[in-house]
């Protein structure tokens, strides 16, 4: 237990650390996410059939380009688009997007992928009689939207989009491979050092079941209180 204590020689504070840049990178793609799949979902529902097109080719694309590709794309790629236009204005800069930043926002990309089709779904399981009863009130569509058709398409949808925070916790591991200090990367860090294989990575496994079970707790209790209007017919 020394190995992972937070007593000389253990890695216990590295890990606590990378646990919180974990947690800060899967909740700086969470809204990100949440907000870009449900633009796309209501791009997929739109009259517009140009938008329709192009929210489904985003859809469609991110869910088949790898999280990792994404991730290097957004990183390595951009950071040097940027050192492109700035050398054609004379400006020479070896600046890069910071890992966390690119890390983040590649990961919400993808996850907005997904959650359109979870917000689709949650959308579409709405009763046409609630979009016909907001129109007779003679609501604004981004009022109706606001007050009447989001509130249940988020209960509908919170089910999925709990499972798709499981997955983007998880995924968060792969910012190691652009060098953010996350907690795979300690223990891969340790790893290195100690050469003890087995018990850092069960560790570590140890350490994503209890993120894990932690974010399950919370959204049984997210899950209870949006349904907490609802009457149970026996």
Same mark, same amino acid.
């Given at each position: ?132 009863? @907001?129109?007779? *009130?003679? #609501? !604004? +569509?981004?009022?109706? =939207?606001? %007050?009447?058709? /989001?509130?249940? @398409?988020?209960? *509908?949808? #919170? !089910? +999925?989009?709990?499972? =798709?925070? %499981?997955?983007? /916790? ?6 190691? #491979? ?57």
């Amino acid at each position: 237990m020394e190995l992972v204590g937070f007593g000389a020689g253990g890695w216990g504070r590295s890990f606590l650390s990378g646990l919180v840049v974990t947690m800060e990178v899967a909740i700086l793609a969470l809204p990100l996410g949440l907000f870009f799949g449900l633009m796309i979902a209501l791009g997929r529902r739109s009259k517009s059939r140009l938008l329709r097109i192009a929210s489904a080719g985003y859809a469609n694309a991110f869910q088949a380009i790898p999280e990792l590709l994404t991730i290097f794309a957004i990183y390595h790629g951009c950071s040097h688009l940027i050192q492109l236009l700035m050398s054609e204005l004379d400006v020479q800069t070896s600046w890069t997007i910071p890992g966390v930043a690119a890390g983040s926002f590649a990961l919400s990309l993808v996850f907005a992928a997904y959650s359109s089709e979870i917000w689709l779904g949650a959308l579409q399981g709405i009763g046409r009689g609630q979009y016909e009863a @907001a129109m007779s *009130l003679g #609501l !604004p +569509g981004i009022v109706s =939207l606001r %007050i009447v058709i /989001l509130p249940q @398409a988020f209960r *509908l949808a #919170l !089910p +999925g989009l709990g499972n =798709l925070w %499981i997955i983007l /916790l998880k995924d968060t591991a792969l910012v190691s #491979l652009i060098s953010v200090s996350e907690f795979m990367r300690e223990v891969n860090l340790a790893v290195a050092a100690t050469h003890r294989y087995f018990i850092l990575y069960l560790f570590s496994c140890l350490g994503y079941i209890a993120l894990t079970k932690i974010s399950e707790f919370v959204l049984e209790r997210l899950n209870l209180r949006a349904s907490r209007h609802l009457v149970r017919v026996a």
